[in-house]
């Protein structure tokens, strides 16, 4: 049986049926010109991606920075800053934003020894009295002061840490800017003084209190958890309204007065985005208080303060627990990856715990949004019981609690959460 012919090979003109080298020569302009083409096509796909990228994010800008504006809070314009490289503290003061004129309050009229009680992020924070005008009267202020013999770059950011005060505007549950000194240094940022102090210590008071079975001047009942978790929610709204994020809510970043209200304070991350558009990279937020996307450092977004939130019920339902106090910091992703949450205290109620899980949910689009939050919270607030007060008889040791919670020690007795 005969086989059958082979198809002849295509051949250069002038090759001979059995030169091998000149076959292969016929495709050498296809095996060079192919992957160069691709290359370019590759290149030009990546050129264009890069460019609508680009795009987007410019025309994102403008539309924040039209949404914020119409909402009564500007980016402030960043050819105002001078260079800090060549500028001396008394070139920062003479360029500061004239806006903060409306603010100055006279030096005269802080009167009395300035008490210091703690060092916050810029220098120390003192307690004075504030003498009243006409229709006034006297109160107790909270003074922020830049410390002795800054640098530019401290004066300038200090600055713009009262502008963003300044700024913000005024809510019930947001810690209130009454005024600045910066016509010389040192620099003060003048806040309101609320009376019981951050949250944190509060709960750790009552725990005290509770345990010593003295008479219990605050006694914490599970309505008034969710009071306090509405007047936050309230307070973060306000912030995200104007597209800024708070980035670190926790117990010890609230401030309570003697009638349980509630005041979110610790926005330096908010001022950095308002004033950079970006978080600066000082900022140590506890990992056993963030978001999973905060922790695998994605963005982060406004769901990521409402898994925050969580936490926050969590320390107020347990008088200021750490969260997570079996698992260590560095764990803390992994033991979220797997599926597992903060188990039930036993001082907390079904609903109120429903409502924590329902902040600690892995995706962010099934965490429930501001409205929803209120109305489930008021919900509870109207069926929660308000004659049993919380006891837990265990006292805080705080050496302790900064190892457990992943916190440095110094951070809960040396600092100030209005800063």
């Not at 609508?52 to 960043?78: A, F, V, W």
């Not at 007047?231 to 709204?237: I, R």
């Not at 985005?273 to 937020?285: A, E, G, Q, T, V």
């Not at 106090?325 to 597992?340: A, E, K, S, T, W």
């Amino acid at each position: 049986m005969e086989s059958e012919p082979r198809p002849a090979s295509r051949s250069l003109l002038g090759c001979s049926s059995g030169d091998n080298l000149c076959i292969v020569r016929e495709y050498e302009y296809e095996v060079i010109i192919v992957p160069v083409f691709m290359i370019f096509v590759f290149f030009i796909i990546l050129g264009l991606i890069l460019w609508l990228r680009y795009r987007n994010h410019k025309e994102m800008e403008e539309i924040n920075d039209g949404k914020d504006s119409s909402r009564g809070i500007q980016r402030p314009n960043t050819s105002e800053h001078i260079a800090l490289r060549e500028a001396t503290v008394e070139g920062v003061l003479s360029c500061k934003d004239p806006y903060l004129e409306t603010f100055e309050i006279p030096r005269d009229r802080i009167t009395g020894d300035l008490q210091k009680i703690r060092t916050g992020t810029f220098g120390p924070i003192y307690k004075a009295q504030l003498l009243p005008k006409e229709s006034e009267k006297q109160q107790t202020i909270v003074i922020a002061a830049l410390r002795d013999s800054p640098s530019a770059r401290d004066t300038q950011l200090f600055l713009d840490r009262i502008r963003f005060h300044a700024k913000l505007g005024k809510h019930p549950n947001i810690v209130d800017m009454l005024g600045c000194c910066t016509d010389q240094l040192p620099i003060y940022l003048i806040m309101e003084n609320v009376s019981e102090g951050d949250l944190l210590n509060f709960l750790w008071t009552c725990r005290r209190d509770v345990m010593a079975m003295d008479k219990i001047p605050f006694d914490i009942t599970e309505k008034q958890i969710f009071s306090v978790a509405i007047q936050v929610v309230n307070g973060l709204e306000y912030l995200h309204q104007k597209k800024l994020l708070h980035g670190d809510v926790a117990a010890r970043n609230v401030l309570i007065h003697h009638d349980f209200t509630a005041k979110i304070s610790g926005l330096s991350i908010a001022s950095d985005i308002y004033n950079r558009s970006m978080i600066l990279m000082h900022h140590k937020i506890p990992l056993k208080w963030q978001a999973p996307e905060h922790l695998m450092k994605k963005p982060v977004t406004e769901k990521s303060d409402i898994w925050s939130l969580g936490i926050l019920m969590y320390e107020m339902v347990t008088l200021g627990a750490p969260p997570y106090p079996d698992i260590p910091p560095r764990q803390i992703l992994q033991f979220l990856q797997r599926g597992h949450r903060i188990k039930r205290p036993p001082t907390c109620g079904t609903t109120l715990y429903n409502i924590m899980k329902s902040c600690w949910e892995w995706r962010e689009t099934d965490r429930p949004t501001y409205p929803d939050l209120k109305k489930r919270l008021e919900a509870g607030k109207k069926n929660a019981n308000d004659k049993i007060v919380l006891q837990v008889p265990e006292e805080v040791v705080p050496e302790l609690y900064a190892q457990v919670a992943g916190l440095e020690e110094s951070f809960l007795m040396d600092n100030f959460t209005i800063l």
